[in-house]
């Protein structure tokens, strides 16, 4: 079978999602959707589509499509995600959509809702732990190869000058972090305290510092910042995460690009350098992508797919403690 899919939303993300449709094999872009006219009669052409500048018109039409990308953004890139989603759900289509799922956690329940009373795939674009070196560095730890995880520690930043909102860093850029280090916590996290800091002559808290407990006993902090990343053009990375056991730890750079494990009581070190052939943050979104492909075309119960809406929700409530301990001066249950 191949799966026919459609995309609301034609800016820079959403053309990164019909480049890798256009791709894959088993997959047809039959339409795309733009209330900006110009940005859907130009990507209709370039993928040799069906183009439409409302959802009710693609919803209205005679095209037939299976699942739909919604690539929208609005306040601290998710505020637009909402509307399209709930029409989307409304009208029987399993959904693939940006994160932050929304940066409202009520529409983000509603989604979650709506998805699971209508039995639909939801799933959210969380691609930086779709990568084979981290894939590989999951096996190791349920392999047991690190023993007992005692911390994870993430670094992440981008240089991103936008100053429309005072959480915008938090909320639009963290949901990557939080969903990694959840991924290989295997656990929920239970309590947050965060420290912020505005950058050099910037309105919003564009830097934090979150300590973190996990339910299981682990700890572990985030530091992210939207005033970071150094040489030009992020030369020197985006994201490490650190993840230390009783036996070995691990450090996983770029989300794909070096992978080491160190053991505790031996000196050899095991290292990969863009293990299984990734090389490049921008390649997760194929990776990513396939993988909701995939459980679409073997037709996954809603409760099987990966990275989906309802943790992104998750991520996202993990944000607001964070930012609910910096407003209140408190460490927040979650
Ligand atoms: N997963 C990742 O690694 C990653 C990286 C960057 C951005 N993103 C996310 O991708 C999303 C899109 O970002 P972008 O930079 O492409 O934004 P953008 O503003 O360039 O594009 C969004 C488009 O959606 C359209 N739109 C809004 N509401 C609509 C609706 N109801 N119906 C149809 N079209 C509608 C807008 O007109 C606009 O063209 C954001 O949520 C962002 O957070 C994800």
């Known amino acids: 079978m191949s799966l026919k899919v459609a995309i609301v939303g034609m800016g820079n993300i959403g053309n990164v999602h019909a480049r ?3 791709e894959l ?59 399209p989603t709930i029409q989307l759900l409304n009208a029987g289509y399993p959904v693939l959509g940006e994160k932050p799922i929304s940066n409202e956690i009520s529409k983000a329940e509603e989604m979650v809702a709506l998805a699971k009373e209508k039995n639909l795939r939801y799933g959210v674009n969380l ?17 047991g190869r690190l023993g007992e995880i005692n911390m994870i520690d993430m670094t992440m930043w981008i240089n991103n000058p ?28 239970a309590k947050v305290q965060a420290f912020f800091k505005k950058g050099k002559d910037r309105a919003i808290w564009s830097n934090v510092q979150v300590n973190l407990l996990y339910e299981n006993g682990i700890i572990g902090s985030l530091r ?17 995460l650190d993840v230390v056991g009783s036996d070995g730890r691990f450090v996983l750079k770029d989300a794909c690009e070096d992978l080491t494990f160190y053991p505790r009581f031996d000196t050899e070190l095991e290292n990969h350098v863009n ?58 249950d979650l």
């Open 25 to 83: 094999a088993d997959v047809e872009l039959v339409a795309v959707c733009d209330i900006i006219e110009e940005k859907s009669d130009k990507a209709a052409e370039a993928y040799g589509c069906q183009g439409f500048y409302s959802v009710e018109e693609m919803l209205n039409s005679n095209v037939e499509f299976d699942a739909v990308s919604v690539t929208t953004a609005g306040t601290e890139n998710g505020g637009d995600h909402h509307e």
């Open 224 to 240: 992210g910042s939207y005033d970071a990343n150094f040489g030009a053009a992020g030369t020197y990375g985006l994201e490490t």
């Open 127 to 143: 691609n930086h732990r779709f990568t084979p070196a981290a894939e590989l560095a999951k096996k190791w730890v349920d392999d």
């Open 20 to 22: 890798v449709y256009s």
């Open 162 to 189: 936008n100053e429309s909102s005072p959480h915008f860093h938090m909320r639009a850029l963290h949901p990557h972090s939080f969903d990694v280090m959840r991924y290989f916590a295997q656990s929920e996290v």
């Open 275 to 332: 293990y299984g052939g990734m090389s490049h943050f921008s390649q997760t979104f194929k990776s990513r992508i396939s993988v909701w492909v995939e459980q679409n075309i073997a037709e996954v119960a809603p409760e099987g797919i990966d990275a989906s809406g309802e943790d992104a929700l998750t991520v996202q409530k993990i944000i607001e403690a964070c930012i609910e301990s910096w407003e209140t001066g408190k460490v927040i």
